[in-house]
């Protein structure tokens, strides 16, 4: 099963890093940059980063399946964020002290509230049963995808809860590079944390669907290797470079799982590289289509109308991820 996502533990930068006061190229509004250093991350070297397995990091946005009123559920991510008053505190504490710790939270006063069925991420700490915000202020959680929230459409378009399926893009059998688009019972996706992309998810970067047919998948985290003749360098220099020159350096960035379970990341931003950038790895694999539930399958007949599109490309295999169209 994947590892944990960043969402649910603090994943630091391969690199030690400084924080540069000018405008980031990822976040609007965030008048400061994360870049990284030449030197590795101790942390890093003590997880043997060196023999750690290295996985593409997507750009969409993060998702869990976990159970809600007893059945598999897709949860969205919600964070739990101060009200306009407080989050003022806070920044003018962060100014103040170069730093947000010692900053002390009244969190049933200062933050907002979620919907009831909200539940906080795994290990977010907690003080006396009350969970406690992180370093920037905010409580990552999670909140269950329910087909009448408009909100959250574009991930339900991607959940059959009758069938108990999910649309998910994964790694194929017959070789590294190929991807399927298949649907997988919900039930096997339990406590694993996925990567939402799509037609309407950041930009679309990876080109998927159109505006008149979306298109939106989940990916597990950590299911997507790098590929390539060998694994990207681990120098500020020689990964900056991999970035730009590689065919396989085309990808938003790249999380290391090492043997002991620690992870460790770098994102193109940390190297001073825009995002996104040419053509992207992941889009450009070949894609085959695996969505047939005429087989004999343990779960019920899928009733979503973009499942039974997709159905009638079942065994077909498009050269690209971005050549996968269908009518509905």
Not at 103 to 113: C, I, L, N, Y
Not at 130 to 141: E, F, L, N, R, Y
Not at 271 to 300: I, K, N
């Amino acid at each position: 099963m994947p590892r944990l996502s960043s969402v649910q533990q603090k994943v630091p930068c391969l690199f030690l890093t400084e924080v540069k006061q000018e405008q980031s190229r990822k976040r609007l509004g965030q008048p400061f940059q994360v870049i990284a250093t030449e030197h590795l991350n101790p942390l890093a070297l003590e997880s043997n980063v060196e023999s750690a397995l290295a996985t593409e990091k997507l750009d969409g946005t993060c998702c869990y399946v976990t159970y809600y009123e007893g059945q598999p559920y897709l949860w969205a991510r919600l964070d739990r964020k101060p009200t306009k008053l407080a989050d003022k505190s806070f920044k003018k504490y962060q100014h103040s002290h170069k730093s947000s710790k010692g900053f002390t939270w009244k969190v049933e006063e200062d933050f907002r509230t979620v919907p009831e069925a909200w539940i906080p991420a795994h290990g977010v700490q907690h003080h006396e049963g009350t969970p406690i915000p992180d370093d920037h202020g905010h409580i990552p959680g999670w909140v269950p995808v329910q087909t009448d929230n408009k909100q959250y459409c574009w991930h339900s378009s991607t959940v059959d809860y009758d069938a108990g399926v999910a649309l998910v893009l994964r790694p194929g059998d017959q070789s590294p590079d190929l991807l399927e688009l298949a649907l997988v019972p919900l039930v096997d996706l339990m406590e694993q944390t996925l990567e939402l992309i799509g037609t309407n998810v950041n930009g679309n970067p990876y080109g998927m669907g159109a505006k008149k047919q979306p298109l939106h998948a989940l990916v597990s985290h950590g299911s997507v290797g790098v590929g390539g003749p060998s694994p990207p360098p681990l120098d500020l220099q020689g990964l900056t470079s991999w970035f730009q020159e590689s065919r396989e350096g085309g990808l938003e960035g790249i999380v290391w799982h090492c043997d002991d379970g620690t992870l460790v990341k770098v994102h193109r931003h940390h190297l001073g590289l825009g995002w996104p950038a040419g053509d992207c790895s992941f889009s450009s694999r070949p894609v085959e289509v695996r969505v047939d539930w005429t087989a004999d399958h343990d779960y019920r007949l899928p009733t979503k109308d973009l499942f039974a599109s997709l159905s009638r490309l079942d065994g077909q295999r498009f050269s690209r991820l971005q050549d996968v169209r269908f009518d509905t």
